[in-house]
């Protein structure tokens, strides 16, 4: 990055991630993501979010509905039954590792290193 474009790409970057920031910042929402995150691809429904999250279900679905319109969480349809997995290469949470990369790679090519005091 060059050090002029440098601070509107990260602003950008942080526009881009704004809904995936809202969507994963609540804690019971990062609950859910630990419950998918513990079964897999395989994905979870509903029922069984509520039972490994000890919320109620129509919390889970709204926490759900958040996470997928950010693009968090993926449904996968099967007949009456819907799945809800996180898969790493449609996840938002992708644009996250980007951002941490350009702030760190911002923040070593342009702030002078701490001076130690004695």
């Known amino acids: 990055m060059k050090n002029t474009g440098n ?6 970057e942080f526009e881009d991630c704004q809904e995936v920031l809202i969507a994963i910042g609540d804690q019971t929402r990062q609950s859910i993501i630990i419950a998918l995150l513990s079964v897999g691809c395989e994905g979870m429904r509903v029922g069984e979010i509520t039972k490994k999250t000890h919320l109620s279900r129509p919390a889970v679905s709204h926490h759900i509905k958040i996470l997928k319109e950010a693009k968090v969480v993926n449904l996968n ?3 009456t039954m819907n799945y809800y997995y996180l898969d790493p290469t449609k996840s938002t949470i992708r644009l996250l590792k980007n951002l941490t ?5 911002y923040m070593t090519n342009h702030w002078d290193a701490p001076k130690e005091s004695s």
């Open 7 to 12: 601070l509107d790409l990260l602003a950008r």
């Open 77 to 79: 349809r099967q007949g």
């Open 101 to 105: 990369e350009h702030i760190e790679e």
